[in-house]
């Protein structure tokens, strides 16, 4: 394993922030708008929604995370993958539906990762994912969303290793 700094503001980098509405996505989105050295990097936002409005008060244009694949995303863009149904839709959707919903995501994701790469890309991932991993006894719906994001972390470390590109996985406990 190699360890490099990732460097959001560099000209002419985008940076695509999945989730932006949620409460990752806006501090990230925070982060890269702040980001040192003057060189802020256009910023292409995802979600569920069209619109987001800022705590200013400011309407910001939202794409969908489905059409990612199909935009143009420049030259080396970095994916802040923050978007995906929360743990508690596991009860709200129904297992079933949850790691449907789950698997469509990140099916749109390898898509961006194969058509756009090589990129990088840092994914928020959880806890649950631990838990799941060492078999640790857990609720059902933690079994479920913890499965789903080992899925996750070993098909987007799969897709980053085939197009060369760098992936940083976070578990949020």
């Known amino acids: 394993m190699r360890w490099e700094p990732v460097r959001c503001g560099r000209m002419g980098r985008r940076v695509i922030i999945t989730g932006a509405p949620g409460w990752v ?10 980001a040192p050295g003057g060189n802020t990097p256009e910023l292409i936002l995802s979600a569920r929604s069209d619109r987001l ?3 200013g008060g400011t309407a910001v244009e939202v794409c969908r995370t ?4 199909d935009r143009e995303l420049g030259a080396d863009p970095l ?6 149904p929360t743990q508690d839709q ?8 949850y790691v449907a919903a789950i698997t469509e995501l990140r099916a749109t994701m390898l898509e961006v990762i194969s058509r756009h790469g090589p990129l990088d890309l840092i994914y928020l991932s959880s806890g649950a994912a631990t838990s799941v991993e060492h078999g640790v006894e857990v609720a059902e719906r933690t079994q479920v969303y ?9 098909a987007y ?17």
């Not at 596991?90 to 539906?97: F, H, L, P, S």
């Open 79 to 84: 994916v802040i993958h923050a978007g995906f």
């Open 157 to 173: 470390a799969e897709a980053m290793a085939r197009t060369g590109g760098r992936l940083c996985i976070v578990r949020a406990f």
């Open 53 to 55: 409005l800022l705590h």
């Open 25 to 34: 996505g806006r501090v990230a989105m925070d982060v890269v708008r702040d």
């Open 66 to 69: 489905s059409s990612l694949p």
């Open 146 to 154: 913890g499965q789903a994001k080992l899925d996750d972390e070993a």
């Open 90 to 97: 596991v009860e709200v959707m129904g297992g079933g539906a």
